[in-house]
């Protein structure tokens, strides 16, 4: 029986629509606009994209959005100084500092910098460690979105295995806290694989919800999952595809086809955790003026 789509640019509407509406509510009833200041360091393809893409959902969500964008030559105090500016500024709520950086900057260095009250992507250790802890804190974006995507459907995670591969600081790490932690959509049994793991099958045909997040397409085929699991797949891969006016295609790190024949439910790429991800960040934004807010 072929799995249910499990559609996040559906969810990713219905909950940017609830933003918005707080959005205007915060504006009317204390006169503050929540903002997002971008900085994006050279001329990455991918990092354009994702950057344009999250500034619109921003000014669609009612915000304000300031866009910093400067050349790949930029030196790590320059860097460090744009952050800094953007700690601030009354009128930036959240700061997102699009990753990767050039690679003479030292990116921990400038995420560090990051005032952790305007961490909205939840990198910094501070907001790491406020996670870890279960203290109040900004939940990273991505893991945060899949979350809210297995709430959404109705998953019951408690009590469940969950399998995530991947053990990156963006991903896996977080996302396998976030499925342990005591909390709704958490309390489940979770396994870590990643590229030290022998005989990865062994593993993803135990999970009941299997989040694929390797960065590399096929990671995860339908003879890998056990018949009726949930599939999250994270991965965003560009595959060259000469039909396409831009030469390449997006696909995720799970063979679909296979892995929907066996899957009660999955997400599609493009179309399932991505857009979750830019609205846990407007989420993230809304949540940090709201708190400034009630700050008096
Ligand atoms: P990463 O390269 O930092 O980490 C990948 C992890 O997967 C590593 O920990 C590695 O050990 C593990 N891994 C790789 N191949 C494996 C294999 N064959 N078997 C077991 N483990 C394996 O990547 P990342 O930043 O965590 O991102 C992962 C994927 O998610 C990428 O495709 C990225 O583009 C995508 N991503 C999507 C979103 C989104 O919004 N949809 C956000 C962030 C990342």
């Keep these: 029986m072929p799995a249910k789509i499990l559609d996040g640019k559906l969810l990713a509407a219905t909950m940017r629509a609830d933003i918005a509406k707080q959005v205007a ?5 204390k ?21 344009t893409a ?7 969500a009612g915000m ?3 866009d910093v964008r400067v050349p790949a030559e930029t030196t790590q105090a320059e860097a460090l100084a744009l952050v800094q500016k953007m700690n601030a500024d009354p009128r930036i709520h959240g700061i997102l500092v699009q990753l990767p950086l050039p690679k003479h900057i030292d990116e921990a ?6 005032a952790p009250e305007k961490d909205v992507d939840g990198f910094t250790p501070i907001n790491v460690g406020r996670m870890m802890i279960g203290e109040t804190c900004f939940l990273p974006c991505t893991p ?5 995507m297995l709430l959404s459907a109705g998953v019951e995670t408690s009590g469940k295995h969950a399998v995530v591969i991947g053990r990156s600081n963006i991903v896996g790490k977080p996302v396998a806290h976030l499925l342990m932690r005591k909390a709704k959509g958490g309390n489940a049994t979770v396994t870590v694989c990643h590229t030290g793991t022998k005989d990865l099958a062994t593993f993803t045909k135990q999970a009941d919800i299997l989040v694929v997040a390797a960065g590399r397409p096929n990671t995860v085929t339908g003879e890998m999952i056990k018949p009726g699991a949930v599939v999250i797949d ?18 995720g790190d799970v063979d679909f086809d296979s892995a929907a024949q066996v899957a009660s439910l999955i997400t599609p790429v493009p179309g399932g955790v991505g857009p979750m991800t830019i609205t846990m960040l407007l989420y993230n934004t809304l949540e940090s003026a709201q708190r400034l807010s009630a700050k008096g």
């Design 25 to 29: 509510e915060l504006k009317a009833a």
């Design 31 to 51: 006169g503050i606009t929540p903002g997002l200041g971008v900085i994006l360091i050279g001329a990455d393809p991918a990092s354009t994209s994702y950057v």
């Design 54 to 60: 999250k500034e619109k959902a921003c000014e669609e």
């Design 64 to 66: 304000y959005s300031e």
């Design 109 to 114: 260095a400038v995420i560090n910098a990051i």
């Design 144 to 148: 945060n979105g899949v979350i809210q």
């Design 234 to 251: 994270v991965g965003v891969n560009r595959v060259p595809d000469a039909t396409k006016k831009n030469g390449f295609r997006l696909v």
